[in-house]
């Protein structure tokens, strides 16, 4: 039986009936900023739906349409001695370290402002979309602070030059050069950016469960592997696979298609 979804302090969970869950920041100011206890809260329903037998994916959105994210407090960071500097990105650390080992895809929908903090939770996330309005930047050293944490897989994701070029000068890009430098995956056509989002937690609910677990637990683990280490996992993986029917179940259209004369 599918438990019933907890209520969460600055966040909002829902499911339908294929698994795919959403995650939406609440009450978090208009432009979803992250403070403290909307850190705190939002990381508890991430491990949550993390937890979940039947996710399938999980898409992180921000409420309204100003903002996915637009940066962490300033107004709380402005008062922290460096003990409590350290516990601050300690928390802003921990959710996106929950939202790195969700088991499933995770889609981050990016409307508006993705700034500093947002932009290293949808750095966080499998796959980014975004709407031709979205704004995104790290401005830290604006406010005379480092960009830090997640603002690491940047240059995986963009490339170095890209990296530096946002980290240093806190400057912001549109969201046709963030497609460029490989941050988003898909920049939507105005208006459709739930359409786009729909299309790709669709594709990954009609794949086989298990299959996309496994293929995700790869995706990380070739991260941080050798290549060696990478091949030699990924054969495990494989034979793994076999250990339940899902192969089978999932393969059987294909073949009753292929001895039907169509094609695959």
Not at 1 to 15: K, N
Not at 177 to 183: K, L, P, T, Y
Not at 220 to 226: I, Y
Request: charged fraction near 20%; include cysteine.
């Amino acid at each position: 039986m599918t438990p019933s979804i907890p209520d969460f302090p600055h966040a909002l969970v829902t499911r339908d009936a294929r698994g795919v869950y959403t995650l939406q920041i609440h009450d978090a100011k208009s432009l979803n900023i992250l403070a403290s206890a909307v850190t705190l809260g939002l990381t508890d329903a991430v491990r949550w739906i993390a937890a979940q037998e039947d996710a399938r994916a999980v898409v992180i959105r921000g409420a309204g349409e100003r903002a996915f994210v637009g940066g962490a407090d300033i107004h709380e960071m402005a008062g922290l001695d460096p003990q409590g500097a350290r516990a601050f990105i300690s928390r802003l650390r921990d959710l996106c370290d929950a939202v790195w080992r969700i088991p499933v895809p995770t889609i981050a929908r990016l409307q508006g402002f993705c700034l500093g903090a947002g932009m290293e939770l949808a750095a966080a996330c499998d796959i980014r979309l975004g709407s031709p309005d979205a704004v995104f930047g790290m401005p830290e050293v604006r406010v005379g602070i480092p960009s830090v944490i997640h603002a690491v897989l940047l240059p995986g994701l963009i490339g170095q030059g890209p990296t530096n070029w946002l980290l240093l000068t806190g400057e912001t890009v549109d969201a046709a050069q963030a497609r460029d430098w490989g941050f988003l995956e898909f920049v939507a056509k105005e208006g459709e950016l739930d359409s786009l989002v729909e299309r790709t937690a669709s594709s990954i609910a009609a794949s086989g469960p298990l299959a996309v677990r496994s293929q995700k637990a790869l995706l990380r683990h070739w991260t941080e592997s050798t290549i060696q280490d990478g091949l030699d996992r990924s054969v495990d993986a494989f034979g793994e696979a076999f250990m339940t029917d899902e192969p089978r179940r999932y393969m059987a259209p294909f073949l009753t298609r292929k001895q039907r004369g169509v094609g695959a």
